[in-house]
């Protein structure tokens, strides 16, 4: 007996389809693909490789480039773009600008291109821009919403191009205010949650399954938050010695000494992209502006800057950073969402504690040498420092008032900005007007790309060549204590705050 294998019934069965293609063609089926005719490159894109199957996208987009130009010629060559967005243009497109390269080419394989849909090749008038370049090489493009090519001479097919190209804007806009208007209601109205880390002092428990039933079917549930045991009474007491009147980098050093474990080391599976060291002023600040804990929902608090080279090119990006948003966009849930750590009068009191301090005249205190002041012992960028009424600049490598000095920690370096500007204008005398004041030695600085470098006693201008200077903080060892220094105690007005206090220690 012999048996087949799988490729060889699959090549039977391939050959019974095809003896079924004319029968299918008389009963107005698809036409067969004609022998000759023109010869087609087809293009194709989807925005990203972690949302979108490349598979099928393709599938759908080179389906309906086969159904325009069946009976007219074959498709010979294939461009794809994966992960770039439609606002690129052609040649910012890697596999775009292989094909328009292609184009030049005089013993290019292919007539004309064809793409399976307008707004997935073009976005607003890319193609009006494309068409004068192809037709100079006598290329045809092919539209299935053109049912055929693009006749640049014809006006019905130039305000089809110029409606395609509004329609793909409206598009993209239509699509982004539906989601965040979605968005904005479900937190507004409903307080859901809507992904992301919970705040430190909360826990993510299930909420039931999603209300989309087709999200539901698919087993998504939602999450809300809950109160955490371990971490909850740590936030109280930040917020009561905040309002106590003690210090961000104060209440910072008494959790490391009594090494109460810091957000990223207490939840490391959510907080593998920080170091997991001890409690900073910022970790504490970002507890104390943070109004979910008042138990309301918030959302659009910040925002993903993923810092482009080319704008809407990701693979450009030189790494996406969180930035937030004015206040006045924040988005909080009409009611409760969550149990509170903290009443919306203590969260509106500790704010105030942060305010702004000035100077004794009640002037604004102004630094014309912001980001332009280097420390040539650590290549950090210096600190504005106001002391005795005027403004410094100060590097002390790293340390910072929430966490002890390490040993053997280099001096600090300080430099009052009267003196920087006095020095820079020296150096800098054959390029400056005559009597040039402070502020304009500053502004030809900041015109010039150039830094000022700042020893212990040396001043140095150098160019800024290379870059913007990292601005990078030294971790330092935290040690423990037996109690809390500087004056600072834990309050333990009730059995949970004593309880929180052993735990501590």
Same mark, same amino acid.
């Given at each position: 007996?012999?048996?087949?294998?799988?490729?060889?019934?699959?090549?039977?069965?391939?050959?019974?389809?095809?003896?079924?293609?004319?029968?299918?063609?008389?009963?107005?089926?698809?036409?067969?693909?004609?022998?000759?005719?023109?010869?087609?490159?087809?293009?194709?894109?989807?925005?990203?490789?972690?949302?979108?199957?490349?598979?099928?996208?393709?599938?759908?987009?080179?389906?309906?480039a086969v159904d325009l130009v069946a009976g007219h010629g074959v498709i010979v060559a294939e461009y794809f773009d994966i992960g770039c967005s439609r606002r690129l243009t052609w040649p910012q497109r890697?596999?775009?600008?292989?094909?328009?390269?292609?184009?030049?080419?005089?013993?290019?394989?292919?007539?004309?291109?064809?793409?399976?849909?307008?707004?997935?090749?073009?976005?607003?008038?890319?193609?009006?821009?494309?068409?004068?370049?192809?037709?100079?090489?006598?290329?045809?493009?092919?539209?299935?919403k053109a049912g055929g090519p693009i006749n640049v001479d014809d006006p019905a097919h130039r305000a089809l191009i110029l409606l395609l190209g509004h329609q793909s804007r409206r598009e993209v806009l239509?699509?982004?205010?539906?989601?965040?208007?979605?968005?904005?209601?479900?937190?507004?109205?409903?307080?859901?949650?809507?992904?992301?880390?919970?705040?430190?002092?909360?826990?993510?428990?299930?909420?039931?399954?999603?209300?989309?039933?087709?999200?539901?079917?698919?087993?998504?549930?939602?999450?809300?938050?809950?109160?955490?045991?371990?971490?909850?009474?740590?936030?109280?007491w930040i917020f009561a010695q905040r309002l106590a009147g003690h210090s961000t980098a104060g209440i910072a050093r008494t959790l490391n000494a009594l090494g109460v474990p810091s957000p990223a080391a207490?939840?490391?599976? *959510?907080?593998?992209? @920080?170091?997991?060291? !001890?409690? $900073?002023?910022? #970790?504490? +600040? %970002?507890?104390?502006?943070?109004?979910?804990?008042?138990?309301?929902?918030?959302?659009?608090?910040?925002?993903?800057?993923?810092?482009?080279?080319?704008?809407?090119?990701?693979?450009?990006?030189?790494?996406?950073?969180?930035?937030?948003?004015?206040?006045?966009?924040?988005?909080?849930?009409?009611?409760?969402?969550?149990?509170?750590?903290?009443?919306?009068?203590?969260?509106?009191?500790?704010?105030?504690?942060?305010?702004?301090?000035?100077?004794?005249?009640?002037?604004?205190?102004?630094?014309?040498?912001?980001?332009?002041?280097?420390?040539?012992?650590?290549?950090?960028?210096?600190?504005?420092?106001?002391?005795?009424? *005027?403004?410094?600049? @100060?590097?002390?490598? !790293?340390? $910072?008032?929430? #966490?002890? +000095? %390490?040993?053997?920690?280099?001096?600090?370096?300080?430099?009052?900005?009267?003196?920087?500007?006095?020095?820079?204008?020296?150096?800098?005398?054959?390029?400056?007007?005559?009597?040039?004041?402070?502020?304009?030695?500053?502004?030809?600085?900041?015109?010039?790309?150039?830094?000022?470098?700042?020893?212990?006693?040396?001043?140095?201008?150098?160019?800024?060549?290379?870059?913007?200077?990292?601005?990078?903080?030294?971790?330092?060892?935290?040690?423990?204590?037996?109690?809390?220094?500087?004056?600072?105690?834990?309050?333990?007005?009730?059995?949970?705050?004593?309880?929180?206090?052993?735990?501590?220690?």
């Amino acid at each position: 007996m012999t048996v087949d294998s799988p490729n060889a019934q699959n090549d039977v069965l391939a050959g019974w389809l095809r003896q079924q293609q004319p029968v299918r063609a008389r009963m107005g089926g698809r036409r067969a693909p004609a022998s000759g005719g023109l010869r087609f490159a087809f293009y194709g894109r989807i925005s990203t490789a972690d949302f979108q199957d490349r598979t099928s996208s393709r599938a759908w987009q080179y389906e309906a480039a086969v159904d325009l130009v069946a009976g007219h010629g074959v498709i010979v060559a294939e461009y794809f773009d994966i992960g770039c967005s439609r606002r690129l243009t052609w040649p910012q497109r890697p596999q775009a600008a292989n094909l328009l390269n292609a184009i030049a080419d005089p013993g290019r394989r292919f007539d004309a291109i064809v793409v399976g849909e307008y707004e997935r090749a073009f976005a607003g008038d890319q193609l009006i821009q494309l068409l004068p370049m192809l037709d100079q090489h006598a290329v045809q493009v092919w539209l299935p919403k053109a049912g055929g090519p693009i006749n640049v001479d014809d006006p019905a097919h130039r305000a089809l191009i110029l409606l395609l190209g509004h329609q793909s804007r409206r598009e993209v806009l239509r699509s982004r205010f539906r989601t965040t208007a979605a968005m904005r209601a479900q937190a507004q109205d409903q307080g859901r949650h809507l992904g992301g880390r919970p705040p430190y002092g909360y826990r993510l428990v299930d909420a039931g399954p999603h209300p989309n039933t087709a999200h539901a079917a698919w087993g998504r549930r939602l999450h809300r938050l809950e109160v955490d045991p371990l971490t909850a009474p740590h936030v109280r007491w930040i917020f009561a010695q905040r309002l106590a009147g003690h210090s961000t980098a104060g209440i910072a050093r008494t959790l490391n000494a009594l090494g109460v474990p810091s957000p990223a080391a207490h939840d490391r599976a *959510r907080n593998r992209h @920080r170091s997991g060291g !001890g409690w $900073t002023l910022r #970790s504490v +600040a %970002a507890i104390l502006a943070n109004p979910r804990y008042t138990g309301r929902q918030v959302w659009n608090r910040q925002y993903i800057d993923h810092n482009e080279t080319i704008a809407g090119d990701k693979a450009t990006s030189r790494g996406a950073v969180y930035r937030w948003n004015p206040k006045d966009q924040w988005i909080i849930s009409n009611g409760l969402a969550h149990p509170a750590l903290v009443s919306e009068e203590d969260f509106v009191k500790a704010q105030a504690v942060t305010a702004v301090a000035t100077s004794a005249d009640g002037r604004a205190r102004r630094y014309l040498l912001t980001g332009l002041v280097v420390c040539e012992v650590c290549g950090r960028r210096a600190d504005g420092q106001w002391v005795h009424d *005027r403004p410094g600049y @100060r590097c002390r490598h !790293g340390r $910072t008032s929430a #966490s002890p +000095a %390490a040993p053997g920690r280099p001096k600090a370096v300080y430099w009052r900005e009267d003196e920087l500007l006095n020095r820079a204008g020296h150096q800098l005398a054959n390029d400056l007007p005559a009597n040039a004041d402070h502020r304009a030695i500053a502004t030809h600085i900041r015109a010039r790309k150039l830094r000022i470098a700042c020893g212990h006693n040396t001043v140095t201008i150098r160019s800024d060549e290379t870059g913007p200077v990292p601005r990078t903080h030294a971790t330092s060892p935290h040690r423990r204590r037996k109690s809390p220094p500087w004056g600072l105690t834990c309050p333990t007005p009730s059995a949970a705050m004593r309880t929180m206090s052993v735990r501590m220690r």
